[in-house]
């Protein structure tokens, strides 16, 4: 079984230009998330998706944030215009239910560098 | 002050060893509690879970939780190089605030061959 798919890896970008981190989760996890891993920090959710609801994104930055997950299956998280301060791991992790039950499943991360 | 507190280390030890790792938290609602390996430019995998109080052991691995002193561990006996990672330790509560984890910062740890 394939695992969260992530793409791109890493990416490499001037600040205030746009930037789109893609991901694919496991099949039949319906419960998906984006979370944000500075160095040496633990991760910190961004969005929740339950199918193609958002139903928690309220530490996500929305003045330059935006998120989708059309078809409750692949989603994309985009920032505009990106900040040097943007510069981090961003994870995408999917679940098969609530996640004190059944853990999350993380993608291996885009690593942004703004510059 | 931050809801799961965690020792970053770097905790460095020589194979064989007995490594403990530990985290305090604040919330008394936490009801799950899991810890996470994570290697260098990989995303975290879960480890171990544990729900409510006590110990659970998994090969070399034994998970501890203490609520009454909101306080968990990880152990790993006879520690290997490839034990080397970051582990992270997460905490969840029940209801809708169920679906979403909570991470400490984690620890970085070292096996030395």
């Known amino acids: 079984e394939a695992g969260v798919v992530q793409s791109p890896r890493y990416k490499i970008i001037e600040k205030k230009q746009p930037v789109a981190f893609w991901c694919n989760p496991i099949?039949?996890?319906?419960?998906l998330y984006w979370y944000l891993q500075n160095l040496g920090q633990g991760p910190e959710l961004l969005i929740r998706?339950?199918?193609?609801?958002?139903?928690?994104d309220s530490q996500l930055p929305k003045d330059r944030f935006s998120a989708e997950r059309l078809k409750g299956v692949d989603s994309t998280l985009k920032i505009q215009p990106a900040e040097l301060g943007d510069s981090a791991v961003y994870l995408c992790?999917?679940?098969?239910?609530?996640?004190?039950?059944?853990?999350?499943?993380f993608g291996s991360g885009t690593r942004l560098t703004v510059v | 002050q931050k809801e799961v507190e965690q020792d970053p280390g770097p905790l460095s030890v020589p194979e064989g060893a007995i490594v403990s790792l530990n985290c305090t938290y604040s919330?008394?609602?936490?009801?799950?509690f899991m810890w996470y390996r994570q290697y260098s430019r990989k995303g975290p995998e879960l480890l171990m879970y544990?729900?409510?109080?006590g110990n659970k052991e998994d090969g070399r691995f034994t998970a501890q939780v203490d609520k009454s002193s909101k306080y968990i561990s990880l152990f790993i006996r006879d520690s290997q190089p490839s034990d080397s990672a970051t582990y992270l330790c997460?905490?969840?509560?029940?209801?809708?605030?169920?679906?979403?984890?909570?991470f400490g910062s984690g620890t970085r740890l070292s096996i030395r061959p």
């Open positions: 544990t729900y409510s109080s």
């Open positions: 099949s039949g996890h319906n419960t």
């Open positions: 992790a999917s679940s098969l239910g609530p996640p004190g039950e059944y853990g999350y499943t």
């Open positions: 919330n008394s609602a936490f009801q799950y």
């Open positions: 997460a905490m969840s509560s029940l209801g809708s605030s169920a679906s979403k984890i909570i």
């Open positions: 998706y339950e199918n193609e609801e958002a139903v928690d």
